[in-house]
Structures are given as structure tokens and as C-alpha cells.
């Protein structure tokens, strides 16, 4: 399968002025590497504020000017510059945003979902795919001609997919595209992103539902604080015995059917300068208190933890 998307050791900070002319530099993002292949489904969880949406927005080129961003980002095996990413978003790579208020306010929502188009055949033809994926999600007709201010907070997040669906993506970035969805809707949504994935396309889904990571992805990336923790796949996420971070572990023994056991403690805000999950974490060792992990590979899993085998070697 060939690669379709690498994100190699991203990082994304954020320059802010406190008190006037106090500079301060936020790490939001730090030495991030996920990759997506052709028919494959990666899922990306993680509790809010962890970084996900920026990772969605630094794949598009659609991060706020006050971003800094280091590490290198390729689609189909070539970097992707900002003009290459203006070039090709809403066409190859399609994002189903977080917010409706990417909509935008002054255009009816069929004309955005067929995306500009000066050629009236391909006009027409897209129109098609555009009333066939708005009758999918329950968008009759009368919904076309409408503007965003029209639509109910569903409606909003229906037109949202579809809009991302009409133009056939090779690589969906969905950012969490399922709550607020009636459960009809959210099955439909899961339905289509597998059918992207069995046409031979990429998705990296975005999501902070761990059971709707489990029901669609082949494999799951744990954000914890702006790092990727773990990268590991579907079959071993059902396992808690089979993950290796200990916040993955926790992560899994919080679902429902596990009796909820929730993990203590927040994420910390500001850069740490030892492991992000020093402060909650069961199996610490000292140097994880100074010293961060790198990502490594360990049998095809990649995990970011000093102490992942659970033995203690007096460091
Ligand atoms: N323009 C900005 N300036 C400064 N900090 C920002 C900016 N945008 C986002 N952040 C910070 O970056 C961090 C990550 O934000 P992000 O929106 O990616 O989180 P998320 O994982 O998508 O959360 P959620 O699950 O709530 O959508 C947050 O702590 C946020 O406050
Ligand atoms: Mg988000």
C-alpha cells in the first residue's frame, strides 16, 4: 500500500504577548510523526485541548498567522507546501472542519458543496453527486438553496460531510465529525468513511469517542498533550493488556463495559520538561521526570514511554 500522507515531527507553537511586551512562545504540537496509507483508516484520540484539530488545520495550510510550525508534512510521498496544500484542499484532500462556522455565511450550501466551477458540464455533473450525498444524509432539496444562517446545528453538521464527500477525496480529514449527530446519521457517516477506505483512500479521523475510533479505524494514534503517545492498531485497542502506554491502558479501562475507571489528573498546559504524562502515570520512573521519551517502534507498535515493559531499571 503506498503512503498517502507523513507527518514527520511536527511541531506547532503559538507566539503570544502577556502583559504588554512579554513574549511567550506555546508549544501546542510537539515532534509529531502519524502516517496514513491508501485504504486505511487512522483514528486520532485524544481529550480536548490535546492538539488535534491544529494537526487537521497544519495538513490543510489553515492555521492562524501567529503559528509557528517546524517538522515536515508529505502527501504522496511530496512535501506539501502551503501552495501545494491551497492547490489541492477541498479537491484530493477534503476536511469535514470541527466548526460550522466553516461554512460560509454568503453562499447557498449546494454551490459549496459543489465547490467553484466555471465548466456548466462538470457543473451539472457534480450537482448530481451533491443532491445524491445530501438525500444520503436526509438534506431534501429544499435545503439547496439555503444559507447557513438556515439550517439547524444538525443540518449544519450534515452539509459540513456532505460537502467534504461531493468532491471524492483521496485523503479525508475528518475532525470530529459525528457528535451532535442523530444516531441514523452517525451510522451513515461511519458507512461512508469505510467505503472511502474500500475505494482505496486514506482517513484520518479525528475524535474524542473512543468507541467510534474502535468501530471505524484500523489503527488509533493517543494524542496526550501535543505528543502522539501511541500508535497502535484496532485489534489490540480492544485489549487493555495489549496497549502499551499506561495512558492508553487507562483510556480503555474508562469505557463503559470496563465500569468507567477514569483516569485522575489533567493534562498539563505548558511544555513539561520531562514526560507529558510524568505527573498521572502509574509506572514512572525518575528520569521521566526530566527527560522526555522518543517515539520508538517496538513489534510494529510505536509508543512514546521509558517504562513500557513495565519493568523498572532503576534509572
Ligand atoms: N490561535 C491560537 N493561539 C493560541 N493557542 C491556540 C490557538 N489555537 C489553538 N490553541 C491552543 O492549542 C491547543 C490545542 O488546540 P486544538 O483546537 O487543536 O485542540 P483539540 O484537540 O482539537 O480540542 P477539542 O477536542 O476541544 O476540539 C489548545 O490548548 C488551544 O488553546
Ligand atoms: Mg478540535
Known amino acids: 500500500m503506498g503512503k498517502l500522507l507523513e507527518v514527520n515531527n511536527l511541531s506547532i507553537s503559538f507566539t503570544q504577548y502577556v502583559q504588554g511586551l512579554n513574549r511567550h512562545d506555546s508549544k501546542v504540537i510537539s515532534d509529531l510523526t502519524i502516517e496514513v496509507d491508501e485504504s486505511e483508516i ?22 492562524p498567522y501567529n503559528s509557528k510550525v517546524t517538522g515536515e508534512i508529505k502527501y504522496k510521498g511530496q512535501v506539501l507546501d502551503q501552495e501545494l496544500k491551497e492547490q489541492i484542499r477541498g479537491k484530493e484532500i477534503s ?6 462556522n466553516y461554512l460560509d455565511p ?14 456548466e458540464k462538470e457543473h451539472a455533473e457534480r450537482k448530481i453527486i451533491q443532491r445524491e450525498v445530501f438525500n444520503k444524509y436526509g438534506l431534501d432539496e429544499s435545503v439547496d438553496d439555503l444559507y447557513p444562517f438556515e439550517l439547524s446545528g444538525g443540518m449544519a453538521r450534515k452539509v459540513l460531510l456532505s460537502t467534504a464527500l461531493v468532491r471524492d477525496p483521496t485523503l479525508l480529514i475528518a475532525d470530529e465529525p459525528t457528535p451532535g ?23 484520518l479521523l479525528i475524535t474524542h469517542e473512543i468507541d467510534v475510533a474502535l468501530k ?6 493517543i494524542f496526550y498533550s501535543g505528543y502522539v503517545i501511541e500508535i497502535n492498531t484496532v485489534e489490540n485497542f480492544k ?9 492508553s491502558k487507562a483510556l ?20 513539561v520538561p520531562g514526560c507529558p504524562y510524568y505527573e498521572n502515570c502509574p ?28 519493568v523498572n531499571d532503576g534509572a
Not at 477506505?197 to 482517513?203: A, F, L, P, Y
Not at 485489549?239 to 495512558?247: F, I, M, N, R
Open 42 to 63: 487512522v483514528a486520532v484520540l485524544g481529550s480536548s485541548g490535546s492538539g488535534k484539530s491544529l494537526l487537521a488545520h497544519s495538513i490543510l495550510g489553515i492555521l
Open 239 to 247: 485489549d487493555a493488556e495489549k496497549v502499551l502506554h499506561p495512558y
Open 216 to 221: 471505524t479505524a484500523d489503527r488509533i494514534a
Open 252 to 271: 480503555i479501562n474508562s469505557l463503559p463495559k470496563n465500569g468507567f475507571k477514569l483516569t485522575e489528573g489533567v493534562q498539563p498546559l505548558d511544555e
Open 283 to 310: 509506572i514512572r520512573l525518575d528520569k521521566c521526570a526530566n527527560s522526555k521519551p522518543q517515539l520508538e517502534e517496538h513489534e510494529s507498535i510505536m509508543i512514546r514511554c521509558f517504562n513500557y515493559k513495565g
Open 106 to 119: 454568503l453562499m447557498k450550501v449546494s454551490e459549496q458543496a459543489i465547490g467553484e466551477c466555471e465548466d
Open 181 to 203: 449527530l442523530d444516531k441514523k446519521s452517525v451510522e451513515e457517516t461511519i458507512k461512508d468513511i469505510k467505503n472511502l477506505k474500500d475505494h482505496g483512500k486514506g482517513v
Open 95 to 100: 476536511l469535514i472542519p470541527q466548526s460550522v
